[in-house]
């Protein structure tokens, strides 16, 4: 499978009055043809930056991208003009984002801003647009959708308001969707539902997609790579089963000790990781999540550990950290034993 998308070295900063928010420290990573993507983090983690960096949409100022090249089909992203990006945006790259309700324009029809893009970006005819709207929302599981395209979003549940928002990030057959937080607002049940559509999408459609959520538990049946970040750095990335199966970040192993699971007796009480997400004003030293990991060693306060092949693991799993997460937690489990 080809490389779609290579991030090199991505550097964002905000310069506010308050300070510089060290928003996005250094972020690379590549994704093939047809592969999903699973990043995840507490928020504030530069999840949002980073793509929104990818995509030109930062606000500039007192956003900057300091550093990094975005290649994209031949293409580095962050050389091109704001009009060469917008097509882009529109054609190759679709999006999703969090809340339909502001992204979606509430004074025109559903079908007035599914068919806007198709006419902009493929060149198609009302009568063609408005059929293929009408396809697109029975794609993402509207009823009646032909006699939907002319309802405002205000008509809509959240769920269905999230399936039209789908609809337009498929309107043009991307090769690349990007979906950031996309069920957050939603009920947990409604939740499932859009995930398992993207599911059944992905397959028939064949798209890459890269899927920004805080919830781990949402990309273990959706994603094929899991890149866990934190303060604006990738921590640990790999093949989904190989990351919760075999986690070596510790920052991921309190992710995956926070989720429940089906085997818990009812009313357990989940762990959850101590202390408080870093503050980006201050500059990170060492490795920024030290402070609330357990297994940390001196070294971790003092250098920043490079994201490298985790050892004797899958080959394509990585680790940025200092400490070796499975001797350590080997040795917790003798020195309990022993106490006991
Ligand atoms: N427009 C902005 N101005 C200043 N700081 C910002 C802006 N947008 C985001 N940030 C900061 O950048 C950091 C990363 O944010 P974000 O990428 O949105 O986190 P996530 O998506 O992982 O929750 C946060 O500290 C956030 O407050
Ligand atoms: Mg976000």
Same mark, same amino acid.
């Given at each position: ?117 198709? *006419? ?32 405002? #979003? ?19 057959? #991307? ?69 919760? *199966? ?15 699971? #089906? ?19 201050? *500059? ?9 990991? #357990? ?46």
């Amino acid at each position: 499978m080809g490389v779609l998308l290579e991030v090199k070295d991505l550097v964002t900063h905000f310069h506010t009055q308050e300070g510089t928010v060290y928003a996005v420290n250094g972020v690379s990573y590549t994704l093939n043809e047809g592969e999903t993507l699973g990043v995840v983090g507490e928020s504030g983690s530069g999840k949002s930056v980073h793509v929104l960096s990818m995509l030109g949409l930062i606000p500039r100022p007192p956003g900057r991208i300091e550093n990094g090249e975005v290649i994209f089909n031949g293409r580095d992203l962050l050389k091109l003009s704001e009009k060469e990006l917008r097509k882009v945006r529109g054609a190759e790259i679709g999006m999703i984002f969090q809340d339909p309700m502001t992204s979606l324009n509430p004074v025109l029809t559903i079908g007035r801003q599914l068919t806007e893009a198709l *006419k902009l970006h493929l060149g198609m005819n009302t009568t063609q647009a408005r059929a293929r709207a009408t396809e697109l929302l029975d794609i993402v599981g509207i009823p009646n959708a032909g006699r939907r395209l002319d309802d405002y #979003p205000h008509q809509f549940s959240g769920g269905m308001r999230q399936r039209v928002m789908i609809a337009i990030g498929l309107s043009c057959n #991307p090769r690349l969707l990007i979906a950031d937080e996309p069920t957050t607002a939603l009920d947990v049940t409604i939740q499932a539902q859009i995930v398992e559509l993207v599911k059944q999408l992905k397959e028939h459609l064949g798209m890459a997609m890269i899927w920004i959520t805080h919830d781990l538990g949402v990309v273990a049946g959706l994603a094929d790579t899991v890149q866990v970040m934190y303060a604006g750095r990738i921590v640990e990335r790999g093949p989904v089963e190989s990351v919760f *199966k075999d986690p070596r970040s510790a920052y991921t192993l309190g992710l995956i000790k926070s989720l429940p699971r #089906p085997d818990m007796p009812r009313g357990t009480r989940l762990e959850q990781i101590p202390g408080a997400p870093p503050d980006m004003l201050n *500059k990170p030293v060492g490795d920024p999540f030290a402070p609330r990991n #357990p297994y940390a060693t001196p070294r971790c306060c003092e250098e920043t550990p490079p994201l490298r092949p985790v050892p004797d693991g899958h080959p394509d799993h990585y680790v940025a950290a200092w400490y070796d997460l499975r001797e350590a937690r080997a040795l917790e489990a003798r020195t309990a034993e022993e106490a006991a």
